[in-house]
Structures are given as structure tokens and as C-alpha cells.
């Protein structure tokens, strides 16, 4: 399988590069998260809110497996997208798998203006952001085939890393 796959926490910035990455690679863009809303025919805040985090999970488990069985595709996932064990190995044997990577003050910094993120949506988005980071980075290092540490980058100077790096391998 040839897909390029991107993973990190919410904010990291994987839809907008994905799109771009998408184009230069002449490769179909699919998102994770937009395939759970067609899915479901409700937004993620919406699944969250009545039928709750695990029936989110089981549809993201679906739509992981069906994107993996394609070909040539930027599958932008989202950040919890590697927590479950068969949806990590799914992505894994279907492409490079690319962490974008930022820094806990740029990613306090990007979460503030996320809207649509139910896990965030607590009182102390701080402190949450933090326990997430330490519950998942260990599972983004290890997924990775490639990791961009993406502060203080233009979402178009991403892509052309990523591009240039999947193309050497
Ligand atoms: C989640 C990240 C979100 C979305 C959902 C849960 C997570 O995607 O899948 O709100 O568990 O980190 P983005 O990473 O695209 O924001």
C-alpha cells in the first residue's frame, strides 16, 4: 500500500497540509473525521454528545479500516485515531505513516482557537491538553515513519518536506 498517513494531536495542522500534500502528490485527500460525520450523519460534537466517545471510536475504527483497503491517498486521521491497537496496525501496513509534531506551548497556543473538539470542551482546556499529550505522544513517536517538527512552518513548506521525503524512501 502506498497511502501517506498523518497523525498528531488536534491543532498539529494534518487537514491543512494534507490537502496541499494531496495535490503535489497528484494523491486523493481523505479525512478521517469527515468520513465518521458522513458516516454518522451528524457532526463529531454531535456523536460525542448523544451517543458517546466509544460509539465515536467504533466509527472511527470503521472508517480507518476502509480507508486503509485504498490506495494512493493523503488519509489526514484525527488525534485519537491511534489509540486503538487495530486501528495503529491498520495504518501502519498501509502506508508511511508522517507525525506532525508540535510543542506543548504552540499546541496550548492552537487548541485555544479549535472549535468542534468535544474532548476539549472542559473547563481547563490547559490542563487537558496536557494530559492527552502525555497519554499519546509515546503512540505518535512509535507510529511514525517520519516526524516533522512543524513549529514555526507554513502548512505548504510541510508538505514540501513530507513530499520530498516519501519520494527518497
Ligand atoms: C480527537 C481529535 C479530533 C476528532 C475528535 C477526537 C482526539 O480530530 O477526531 O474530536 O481524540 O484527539 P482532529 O485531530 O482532527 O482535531
Known amino acids: 500500500m ?5 497523525i498528531g494531536f488536534m491543532g498539529s495542522g494534518k487537514s ?7 495535490d503535489l502528490l497528484e ?5 478521517t ?17 448523544e451517543q458517546g466517545e466509544e460509539r465515536f471510536r ?4 470503521l472508517v480507518v479500516e476502509s480507508a486503509c483497503a485504498r490506495d494512493r491517498q493523503v488519509i489526514s ?12 496496525e491498520c495504518l501502519k501496513n498501509s502506508g508511511q505513516v508522517v507525525y506532525l509534531r508540535l510543542g506543548e506551548e504552540e499546541l496550548l497556543r492552537r487548541t485555544g482557537r479549535l472549535k468542534g ?5 472542559g473547563a481547563d482546556r490547559k490542563a487537558r491538553v496536557r494530559e492527552l499529550l502525555a497519554e499519546r505522544s509515546g503512540l505518535y513517536e512509535k507510529a511514525a515513519d517520519i516526524t516533522i517538527d512543524t513549529d514555526n512552518l507554513e502548512p505548504g513548506t510541510i508538505a514540501g518536506m513530507i513530499a520530498e521525503r516519501v519520494g527518497r524512501r
Open 33 to 49: 473525521d469527515r468520513m465518521i460525520e458522513e458516516r454518522a450523519g451528524r457532526s463529531i460534537p454531535q456523536i460525542f454528545d
Open 58 to 61: 467504533e466509527l472511527e475504527s
Open 117 to 121: 473538539r468535544p474532548l476539549l470542551a
Open 2 to 6: 502506498s497511502n501517506i498517513i498523518l
Open 16 to 22: 491543512t497540509v494534507g490537502k496541499i500534500l494531496a
Open 77 to 88: 486521521t484525527g488525534g485519537g485515531a491511534v489509540l486503538r491497537q487495530r486501528n495503529f
Open 27 to 31: 494523491y486523493e485527500f481523505v479525512d
